[in-house]
């Protein structure tokens, strides 16, 4: 009997080996450890706490493809943590020593860094990079990650223009042939404007454009507008403020009490996208300077970093993943926002959800289609296996990281959370939006996207194509445009009068000044003509040239050494 149980045994044994290596069964399936480094808070947008949502709701989408592999997932965090500069300066620390931990007990799991953070993307790349781990911010980039060499590992879903704020508003100043300006900063706001104010002031200083870099603090005390825009006035006409809008009113009063509100200067502003934490950009107060303000608001062109219409994402998708997102932050106590009370950014929750959907795109062979198109809102199901993650897989091996850095490059993956375009560096190309007021007050949004650009009339709903800009081998560009198609009212290149020491350019208009340059030019040419005409007739009369020049006279020939010779002789 035993002998019997024996042989069978071995039978169902070669049975199973052989059934095993035919179906190629995955009896220990690959693992992917994501680890999330991150600051606790709200004290800025890229915080645990306010993206929190995006990691749970990605994780879910990322889980769907548990035959193939599993996840885990790891919050990395120190609650003692008073401000994203203390988390930055310990971040390094911190994922090291988990990092050397996991791999004492684990070294065949493959692990990925995806973190939203403050601005350690650098720092954490420095980690990756030379532990040949996936790194995959969403919310910070650095031109840094464009040198493979020193950024092998590093992708972003970054919606945001990081690696492009100095030639955007350098592109503008040239593109209105603006031939010099003031960068002022605010280094007592959110730390999106002193980064945006570090990168602009850099990318002008490396272009030899002329720029006047200020900044102050007004945290600690009151910048004196008056005194700044003062000497502003007669060295440039272009003011880029990068602050809070309470700081920008302040400025564009200061501003029409010096008539600079005029159509003669531009102030220039920026926001990320629209959102409580940057302030409401609007002139309407409800009190005495609303009026002020308006009139300069008509001189103010706004730069947002992050369009997040339509083609950039999928509104039906968009309002499932927003009710999602409510949910964990209502049942979730983690996120400290249960009653919804801080406005969820959505665009960066976006970015964050659509890095771990990418992460498991990569990680399949999936169809180079539009999973997400208006007529499905379900999630993509996998058709071939990757063949890296398969044979990975099947030998529960860690999955070589140079062959799904490949799989990122010069792609574009649709997510529940939008379309993520990256270029051949893993990095996202920017969308961004320029709104100005144009004539009479009426709100128009220029959107300047992959798509092109079109100007968004507010009463009438209605888009107009007038200008497009596109991204080309990572260099932003603008397209040719006609300003008067724009009904542009602010001026174009230097002032009509210069910059002249204590001159009303109130009193100042083309029409006058061209009028005086003709009669400066008519004079200096009279004048020019006459004093060469008094030159000529004063040679003619005082010169009085030998016409027969040609005729030699031998006798005024004289030779010294026959001279001397012929008086020796005599």
């Known amino acids: 009997m035993a002998r019997h149980a024996g042989i069978m045994a071995f039978f169902i044994l070669t049975s199973c080996l052989l059934l095993s290596s035919t179906i190629r069964v995955k009896c220990n399936k690959h693992h992917i450890k994501i680890v999330t480094p991150g600051y606790v808070g709200f004290s800025n947008l890229g915080t645990l706490t306010i993206l929190g949502p995006a990691f749970e709701s990605g994780l879910k989408d990322l889980r769907r493809y548990e035959d193939v592999f599993t996840v885990s997932h790891s919050y990395l965090y120190n609650e003692s943590f008073k401000d994203c500069a203390q988390h930055v300066t310990n971040v390094q620390d911190m994922l090291a020593g988990w990092y050397y931990r996991e791999i004492a007990t684990d070294n065949r799991s493959t692990i990925v860094i995806v973190t939203s953070g403050c601005t350690e993307g650098t720092l954490l790349n420095q980690l990756a990079a ?25 992708v972003t879903t970054n919606v945001a223009p990081s690696a492009y704020h100095g030639d955007l508003f350098y592109q503008i100043f040239v593109k209105f042939k603006w031939k010099s300006a003031y960068v002022v900063v605010d280094n007592g706001a959110i730390s999106y404007y002193p980064y945006v104010g570090t990168q602009t002031v850099a990318l002008l200083r490396r272009m030899l454009f002329p720029t006047v870099y200020v900044t102050y603090d007004s945290k600690k005390s009151e910048m004196n507008f008056s005194s ?16 809070h809008p309470p700081q920008l009113r302040k400025l564009l009063i200061a501003a029409d009490k010096l008539n600079m509100t005029n159509g003669h200067f531009v102030f220039i502003a920026t926001q990320l996208f629209e959102h409580p934490i940057y302030g409401n950009l609007t002139w309407k107060n409800f009190d005495d300077d609303d009026t002020a303000v308006e009139r300069a608001y008509g001189n103010l062109v706004l730069v947002y970093g992050i369009d997040i219409g339509p083609p950039w994402s999928n509104q039906k998708m968009t309002d499932s993943l927003v009710e999602e997102w409510e949910f964990y932050y209502r049942t979730n106590p983690f996120f400290n926002n249960t009653n919804i009370s801080f406005t969820p950014p959505l665009p960066l929750l976006m970015a964050t959800h659509g890095a771990l959907e990418i992460l498991g795109q990569v990680s399949l062979e999936v169809d180079e289609v539009n999973l997400y198109s208006d007529e499905t809102d379900t999630l993509p199901e996998s058709k071939i296996l990757n063949e890296t993650m398969a044979e990975s897989a099947y030998r529960a091996a860690p999955v070589r990281v140079s062959d799904l850095m490949k799989k990122f490059e010069r792609k574009t993956f649709f997510t529940r959370g939008g379309s993520v375009q990256l270029n051949r560096y893993g990095e996202r190309n920017p969308q961004v939006t320029l709104t100005v007021l144009l004539n009479g007050f009426s709100s128009a949004y220029i959107v300047c996207s992959q798509s092109g650009v079109r100007i968004l009339k507010v009463d009438s709903n209605t888009f107009e194509k007038h200008l497009e800009s596109e991204v080309i081998d990572e260099q932003f560009r603008w397209k040719e445009m006609n300003v008067s198609d724009l009904n542009w009212h602010l001026p174009i290149g230097e002032p009509a009068c210069g910059y002249p020491i204590d001159f009303d350019l109130t009193n100042c208009d083309l029409g006058s000044q061209f009028r005086i340059n003709i009669w400066e030019s008519c004079a200096l040419l009279i004048l020019s003509l006459g004093l060469s005409f008094g030159a000529l007739l004063g040679i003619r009369r005082y010169r009085k040239p030998n016409r027969k020049w040609w005729r030699l006279d031998v006798s005024s020939f004289r030779f010294s050494e026959f001279e001397a010779l012929r008086k020796h002789l005599a």
């Open 228 to 243: 700044l825009l003062t000497r502003m006035s007669r060295e440039s006409r272009v003011i880029l403020f990068l602050g």
């Open 130 to 154: 030379s532990w040949n781990v996936l790194l995959i911010t969403t919310f910070n980039s650095d031109v840094l990650i464009r040198d493979k060499g020193k950024s092998p590992t590093w």
